[in-house]
């Protein structure tokens, strides 16, 4: 089960990774700074919203609070699908602060960013969620990177709002694993994550490649491959902050990433000349197939963790069986230090989290990060690869075997049993 | 892409090294294992000597020396190490053979003193086989280190079923041994797995 070549190959993919994303970073260390905004462009807001009544209030606030011009500043909340709750109402109370209020009968969140796409005359767009904030100084921070015209689509670092209980805390971890990351990326030239809370376009590329698909599940996974594949560039504001309320529950979370991963799939069968093509820089040639071994890796690496598990009980019941104290199979521990050897598996592994570790410290220092991040760190360090792979698992079996899943206003059914049935029966 | 092409190699280079670095570590702390039991095998070699040519010199006084015993106690830590050793892919066939040699001339020791002292010592000679052939034998091996650690003078003997030395093989055909795990104790045969109670009954019964 636990092939030697396999673990080999992986550790070296993981470690040359590693090894250049500390590189790139440490090359750009005095660097980090964002590129001042030359001239002031203008800012579409949009809030797309669906019975979001506890936090759309303040999250309209956050938006009114940010430090840009107000003359080159719109806001925009449209409620899409016909909120069951009050959200409509809160929004309108805004009308007055100049705040744009729109209902749709026609719901999804590409839809709700598509009308505001089609209204709007400003030369920057930026999609944020209704449950999110953002700092004060986010848009001085992001927009001086559109003085490349290059530049299609500017992301910032997103943090978790509340951190209350484990899941939140390991989400917390993951979400400045993910800043660091996608910094590297932008030095890279590699980003294809972009956080769909809350990430900067320039309206021109909708204007010549259309606006989100409304169909898709993840519809800013989509737009960010679309941009790479134009080959335009996706940058990062690290030290822009922007907060989101992450979910609480496992089951929760659990969906969300069942989402985000359909995405990634549907996006990468879409968008699969990317990978392995020299023409896309380090995302085709690097970046974008060690994503997708890490996956497969980490998987790996979970079904070997269950099978040890396995063939324990097996052990322990099969020492009952026989009358054995379960207990006598602990004695294969020694603790003589004869028994503990140098290997390059383990000394890769320490370097592992070494590197892990400087990742993440680096995220804090240039995301300005305080929160309070020890048991979450600890939560990551020995849950993050379970609950990784039990995502990946639960998205790749939805993919080959679901028949339809609901997400907000978009109904996915294109898992592969799915269109192979309405390729031969239909 | 150009431009960071020598990124990517420099990356590539430190990797490469990481690596080369790290299997050349690996491989010294291997051989200085190795020599660590090859210091421990020339131990017991000398002691076991010391004890035959006692024997030779003084038969009555052998036994009353207690010293014989802790040998065997010896032998089971060389086994252990021998046995994580080969774990780890290393050559250990040669000490393999001086462990089993040793193992031999001290049950032959025993089985006279034994003989001379009025059964002094209980003995357990333990044939076992690669786990994926022998469900039990980890097991097996295991209650067997325990009994050892209740009991210092029972003399336990371990023989891979699997191996083609000489001495083995003989022991192996003298006790008519065709399965794994088979034990003989104090000369009588069991071709089944013995949990912790049968083995401490059937030590007591003699």
Known sequence: MLSMPIIYAALFISTFTGVLFLLTFFENINRMGNPRIRKYPSVC?????HNEEPSIASTIESALAIDYPKNKLEIYVVENGDSKDKTYEIAKKYLKKGVKVVSLKKGGKGNAMNYAINKTKSEIFISMDADTYADKDVLKKMLGYFNDPEVMAVAPTMKSKQIDNLSQKIQNIEYLVGAFLRKVYHLLDSVYVT???????????????????????????????RIQSK???????????????????????????????LGYIDAM???????????????????????????????YLFSVMLFELGKTLVAVAYAEGQGSNPLLLLQQLKFNPFYYSFSVIGFIAVLAVLMSIVMFFMARRFSSDKSDYKIGYI????LYIFLFAAWWLGAIYYKL????????????????????????FN | MKQGKSKAIAALAITVLIFIG???????????????????????????????VLFDLAEDNLCEEENIADINYQLTEFGDKLAYLEKKDADVTALKNQYNSLEIKHFLLISDINEKCGNKYDTILYFYGPTSACKSCLLQGLELSKLK???????????????????VRNLINTYDVERVPTLVINGERYESFLNGDDLRNLVDSY
């Open chain 1, 45 to 49: 807001i949009v809030i797309p919203a």
């Open chain 1, 195 to 225: 956080p769909g809370a809350f990430t900067a376009y320039r309206k021109t590329f909708f204007d010549k490649h259309g606006g989100f698909d409304t169909k898709n599940i993840t519809e800013d996974i989509e737009m960010t491959l």
């Open chain 2, 149 to 167: 650690s209740e009991n210092l003078d029972i003399m336990i003997y371990s023989f891979d079923y699997t191996g083609d030395f000489a001495p």
């Open chain 1, 379 to 382: 939560g990551f360090s020995v």
């Open chain 1, 231 to 261: 080959r335009y560039k996706i940058t990062n504001a690290i030290d822009a902050s922007v907060y989101t309320i992450t979910p609480k529950k496992m089951k929760d979370l659990f969906w969300q990433r069942i989402r985000w991963y």
């Open chain 2, 22 to 52: 790290g299997f050349m570590l690996g491989n010294l702390s291997l051989s200085s294992k190795i020599g660590a039991v090859q210091d421990l095998q020339n131990e017991i070699y000398t002691e076991s000597m010391g004890f035959e």
């Open chain 1, 401 to 424: 075997l679901g028949k339809e899943l609901r997400f907000g206003g978009v109904v996915w059914r294109n898992s592969l049993v799915n269109n192979f049935k309405l390729a031969h």
């Open chain 1, 269 to 299: 069968f879409q968008y699969k000349n990317i990978l392995f093509s020299t023409k896309h820089g380090y995302l085709g040639t690097i970046i974008g197939p060690t994503a997708v071994a890490s996956i497969l890796y980490m998987i």
